[in-house]
């Protein structure tokens, strides 16, 4: 049964204020016919999976009526800054909330009526700069719901609530009260316990947290933001041979345009004439600029260091490398890991729980005997100390900094899942051609059979594998540069050609594939290179040996990855000969040769039924079903489109050493999520007991509670210092 056609959406999201939010309006959504939707807190967007016959404005609407706003992204629109709209808010709860806290807090200033201005200060506090707990409270009270702001509103009300009536009717309200600070219940006063400190300590130091929050999640989000910001705004096209300066996005696929010296390359390319080195930095992570000429590839937002280029346009807008990168890091930041899940359910009904373990506390302080005041300040505390915010923003955060620092280093995480993947993987399957070696293939060798020449033997080979886009037949067509044409040509994928060219009928290939057609004599071998047999009208001809380059850095990276505990494999096409001399040379003793395309996934299947945890680098097309099947795929962008779909993970440079990097970047920062995850599952419950049984003021717990969503933003930051070996 076929799938239904689903469309994926984007939505902005306004009005969440918690992880508990977020919960609810997936909730909601999800419970649309065909509606598949994730709602990420941190970054504030929904992504949603739609039927194409539903209208896009009742997916708002749905948004709307749960008590939140959603609009579609402006892409030219700068994103909100938070941090600037509660920075007024904060600094006015600050110059309020400080006589309160003072007074209370030290009996020598506690001058006659003290009390009574700690009320006037504390009215326009409780009023004003809460009314973002208090305004989300009742929206969601008006739909049946409950967030973390409920538990914060009801705490500060009840603190208040309590402190008024004490003034009132309790004896507080007398002039020459006073009363000593503890850090702790059980020294109250009778009816006579204020607690505007309380309420003061409260509304400033969630204010406080809110908005080092809100800036360290604006930080948090900058990599993917200065991404899209990188590239050039104009363009200097070619057109009859005149320089027209136009926007980039003017610019249309095969477009001629000129990239001066300091300026950025407009979009992705090939170089039509002119030499420069090209920096790379900006978008690969590379630190030495490359040197470019004629038919090279050049990426958009890259930089042209010295020459005068002329580059035709090959891909432009959306398509661009640069966006891609950005469309996956975006995609990445939005998703969730597994362990994520459980802390959204938790979060989903905790509040609820809260409330009931709140109303405990007061019922069982009252019915011990202890005062009204005691019992108040025990259910309040329970209230303000259990918000669990930081259980919604341990994984976001977290994949917003990871992601972000990927893309800095030129590493495409594609997903929370990703990361957990590479975490649990312990054997590292290597392709060689153009993965460990740099796939820049040269014949080293000539052999032609007795009785044929050389340069007739280079010249027919040549002119077969000239139709081929295998680096073997490039690297063969390229050495013999053949003025011969090809009339006919049939392709055995991974096994050879059959070509007709100058009324000859050819077999150019494996000698094993030959073999089996026409005598070949044995072969001696001249070092580690791969043998290209060539046979003409049923008789063999000669062989000719192509050899490839290891890269630079594939011997530290093979060390480096058995130093992370990963067992590297080298998978290849290519002779066992040719494979186990690679291998000896980078420090690999696990080689699996001669394997054809379509094998490559049944070496990872039988990997992986070993019970092997398999990740995978690659590069071609034939590489992309293996990186679908191994457990983490590890794609070079220098390959093939479908080997970087097919991947988890996409390096922007052919460096083994890159791959690395993305392996530690990926546990650095699950490992981060789990750090975050625990110590906000372990601060939620040793505080809740803490709290009710009077352990804790009031301020104090606003205070622990404000800084627990805090510490879980600033340790995901630290992400941002992570140091790459590449």
Excluded at 223 to 233: D, F, K
Excluded at 462 to 480: D, N, R, T
Excluded at 552 to 572: H, I, N, Q
Excluded at 619 to 640: E, F, R, Y
Aim: aromatic content about 6%; charged content about 15%; glycine content about 10%.
């Amino acid at each position: 049964m076929t799938a239904p056609t689903r469309e994926a959406v984007e939505l902005d999201i306004t009005g969440m204020t918690c992880a508990s939010c977020a919960a609810r309006i997936e909730r909601k959504l999800n419970k649309l016919d065909g509606v598949q939707a994730r709602v990420n807190y941190a970054t504030e967007k929904a992504t949603v999976l739609i039927p194409p016959e539903l209208d896009l404005t009742h997916l708002i609407q749905v948004v709307e009526q749960t008590g939140y706003g959603a609009t579609l992204p402006q892409p030219d629109e700068p994103p909100v800054d938070h941090a600037a709209q509660l920075r007024g808010r904060l600094i006015g709860a600050i110059v309020l909330a400080v006589p309160v806290i003072a007074l209370a807090m030290v009996p020598a200033w506690q001058f006659a009526g003290w009390q009574w201005v700690s009320l006037a200060l504390t009215l326009p506090l409780y009023l004003w700069a809460a009314w973002p707990f208090h305004r989300s409270t009742l929206v969601n009270a008006r739909h049946g719901a409950t967030t973390m702001d409920t538990l914060i509103s009801l705490g500060t009300t009840a603190a208040l609530g309590w402190s008024i009536y004490a003034l009132l009717f309790g004896g507080a309200g007398r002039i020459g009260y006073t009363h000593a600070f503890e850090l702790r219940l059980g020294t109250a006063h009778g009816e006579a316990g204020l607690y505007f400190e309380a309420v003061a300590a409260i509304v400033a130091f969630l204010l406080l947290g809110r908005w080092i929050e809100a800036k360290a999640k604006a930080s948090a989000g900058e990599a993917v933001r200065s991404l899209l910001q990188l590239g050039a705004t104009e363009a200097i096209v070619l057109i009859d041979g005149v320089e027209t300066r136009v926007p980039v996005g003017a610019l249309g696929v095969g477009d001629e345009f000129v990239v001066r010296p300091g300026e950025k390359v407009a979009t992705d390319g090939h170089i039509v004439s002119g030499v420069s080195a090209v920096d790379n930095s900006l978008v690969t992570g590379e630190s030495v600029p490359v040197d470019v000429g004629p038919g090279d590839a050049v990426i958009g937002a890259t930089l042209n260091t010295t020459g005068r280029l002329v580059v035709r346009a090959t891909r432009v807008g959306r398509d661009t490398q640069l966006a891609q990168i950005a469309r996956l890091v975006t995609e990445a930041q939005a998703g969730k890991a597994a362990i994520q899940d459980l802390a959204d359910k938790i979060s989903a009904v905790f509040v609820p729980i809260v409330i009931g373990i709140s109303a405990v506390t007061l019922a069982a302080w009252l019915l011990s005997g202890a005062m009204v005041a005691d019992a108040a300040g025990a259910a309040v505390a329970v209230l303000i100390i259990a918000c669990p915010c930081a259980l919604g923003l341990a994984t976001p955060t977290a994949l917003l900094v990871g992601t972000g620092r990927g893309a800095n280093l030129g590493i495409v995480i594609k997903g929370a899942e990703a990361l957990e993947r590479a975490r649990g993987i312990d054997t590292i399957v290597l392709d060689k051609t153009g993965t460990v070696t740099t796939g820049a293939l040269s014949v080293l060798a000539v052999q032609p059979a007795p009785g044929v020449e050389e340069a007739e033997l280079l010249r027919y080979a040549g002119a077969a594998e000239s139709g081929s886009e295998h680096p073997i037949a490039q690297a063969i067509a390229g050495y013999a540069a053949s003025d011969l044409a090809v009339t006919a040509l049939t392709d055995s994928p991974g096994l050879g050609i059959t070509a007709q060219v100058a009324g000859r009928t050819l077999l150019v290939g494996r000698p094993s594939w030959l073999a089996g057609q026409v005598n070949v004599p044995e072969l001696v071998e001249p070092g580690p290179a791969s043998a290209v047999s060539i046979a003409w009208d049923g008789t063999y001809a000669g062989t000719i040996w192509v050899a490839d380059q290891v890269k630079p850095t594939s011997a530290a990276a093979v060390a480096a990855f058995a130093k992370l505990g990963l067992r590297p494999v080298l998978l290849t096409g290519d002779r066992r000969v040719a494979a186990e001399a690679i291998a000896a040379e980078v420090g690999i003793t696990d080689v699996i040769a001669e394997v054809l395309p379509e094998q490559k996934v049944a070496q990872i299947t039988a990997l992986q039924a070993s019970g092997a945890r398999v990740a995978m680098v690659g590069d071609g097309v034939n590489d992309s079903a293996a990186l679908a099947q191994a457990d983490l795929g590890i794609a070079l962008s220098s390959g093939s489109d479908a080997a970087i779909e097919a991947a988890d993970l996409t390096l922007m440079r052919s460096d083994l050493l890159v791959a690395v990097d993305a392996v530690r970047l990926s546990r650095a920062t699950l490992g981060r999520i789990r750090g975050n995850l625990f110590w906000a599952f372990a601060y939620n419950v040793a505080a809740i007991p803490l709290a009710a049984l009077g352990f804790l003021n009031p301020m104090i717990a606003g205070a622990a509670m404000a800084f627990s969503s805090v510490f879980v933003v600033l340790n995901s930051l630290r992400l941002r210092a992570f140091r790459p070996l590449s």
